[in-house]
């Protein structure tokens, strides 16, 4: 039973560019949630992805968009990167189909973004 | 917005000894959800909690569901080398979405 995977592991981008980040869902799930997680703090909510749009965003600027696919699986794009994008950033998927609801959100190893 | 204060930030403990770490909140959530976290990796659910005063364990792990719904405790009991990383408490809100509210996490520290 194959897992939350992400894509990729690390990256490093330069000030003011773009990148697109990967995520697979847990084989069964079909909602996506993505985080950031800044070194030593928390995950912090950016949106979550459910029948190919998006449900809800948290505090995040229109910098950060996102994209689920047929297949549930789901790209995270940053524009304008600034320094402060620096961080984890975080998939988890979990089940919000009619009748069968997991609240359990399970996560992939993330993908580290260094801005310079 | 929501916020979990999660506490201690930090714990030393000797192996064998139990760990008590506990999270609160200013809002109501409907589900409380604990994760372990290491270093490179992304967090890994430990227990899901799901009714108000609801006890839950896993293995060595307990946590429990405050009866206000604005609280969780965490508890390991006889530590061991392995539990070392950072612990987080979610709270769940669910309001259209399922979002994930996180505490600051609890590093824990094992000296064998």
């Known amino acids: 039973d194959a897992g939350v995977t992400q894509s990729p592991t690390h990256l490093i981008k330069t000030r003011g560019q773009q990148v697109t980040l990967r995520c697979s869902p847990k084989?069964?799930?079909?909602?996506v949630s993505w985080y950031q997680q800044a070194l030593g703090q928390g995950p912090q909510f950016i949106f979550q992805y459910y029948e190919e749009e998006e449900r809800q965003r948290g505090n995040f600027p229109d910098r950060f968009s996102g994209h689920q696919f047929p297949n549930y699986s789901s790209e995270l794009n940053v524009n304008a990167l600034l320094l402060g994008d620096s961080a984890l950033y975080l998939c988890?998927?979990?089940?919000?189909?009619?009748?069968?609801?997991?609240?359990?959100?399970?996560f992939g190893p993330g993908t580290r973004l260094t801005v310079t | 917005g929501q916020q979990l204060n999660q506490s201690p930030q930090s714990m030393f403990i000797q192996e064998g000894e139990d760990v008590s770490m506990n999270c609160t909140s200013s809002s109501i959530f409907n589900t409380w959800l604990w994760y372990k976290q290491e270093p490179g990796e992304g967090p890994v659910l430990l227990i899901a909690l799901y009714k108000a005063g609801e006890l839950t364990s896993n293995g060595r792990l307990t946590a429990q569901f405050g009866i206000t719904r604005k609280d969780s405790f965490l508890n390991i009991s006889a530590s061991i080398p392995s539990d070392v990383g950072i612990y987080f408490c979610?709270?769940?809100?669910?309001?259209?979405?399922?979002?994930?509210?996180f505490g600051q996490g609890t590093r824990l520290t094992i000296n064998p």
């Open positions: 084989s069964g799930h079909d909602t």
């Open positions: 979610a709270g769940l809100w669910v309001q259209g979405a399922q979002k994930l509210v």
């Open positions: 988890a998927s979990s089940l919000a189909g009619t009748g069968l609801v997991s609240y359990e959100q399970y």
